[in-house]
């Protein structure tokens, strides 16, 4: 994960968030820690235009941080420049871990709660 972390990092960041449904195609959506499950919790990710991503698929994949249970996953071709919004299906109050991953490899990761 370092040796992918470290990619990015002279590049920009690569923005990866939660924040409401209803906001997730806002340029500046919160980055919530917290979100409540009747407001639709949306995972975001953000490519910066200038960077080392390549043109290539990326998995954003979501799992119960207590439990390390897989609830979703969902593959995109993402490209440098862009910005991917996604809303996971049946999402029940609880901790979560969203991980972003290329050629199976995490990039970023982030939490948020789920009230």
């Keep these: 994960m370092a040796a992918a972390t470290a990619l990015l990092a002279g590049?920009?960041?690569?923005?990866l968030?939660?924040?409401r449904a209803a906001q997730m195609h806002e340029p500046k959506a919160p980055r919530l820690k917290e979100i409540l499950l009747d407001d639709q919790p949306a995972i975001v990710v953000?490519?910066?235009k200038h960077g080392d991503w390549k043109d290539q698929p990326g998995m954003v994949w979501l799992e119960e941080a207590i439990s390390g249970k897989a609830?979703?996953?969902a593959?995109?071709?993402?490209r440098a420049g862009t910005t991917h919004c996604f809303i996971p299906p049946g999402l029940k109050p609880g901790t979560y871990i969203v991980t972003?991953?290329?050629?199976?490899?995490?990039?970023?990761?982030?939490?948020?709660?789920?009230?």
Excluded: Q
């Excluded at 593959?75 to 993402?78: Q, R």
């Design 11 to 15: 590049c920009g960041t690569v923005d």
């Design 17 to 19: 968030y939660a924040t």
């Design 46 to 48: 953000h490519l910066p």
């Design 71 to 73: 609830v979703w996953s």
């Design 75 to 78: 593959t995109e071709f993402m």
């Design 100 to 115: 972003l991953k290329t050629d199976g490899e995490p990039v970023v990761a982030s939490n948020f709660d789920v009230k």
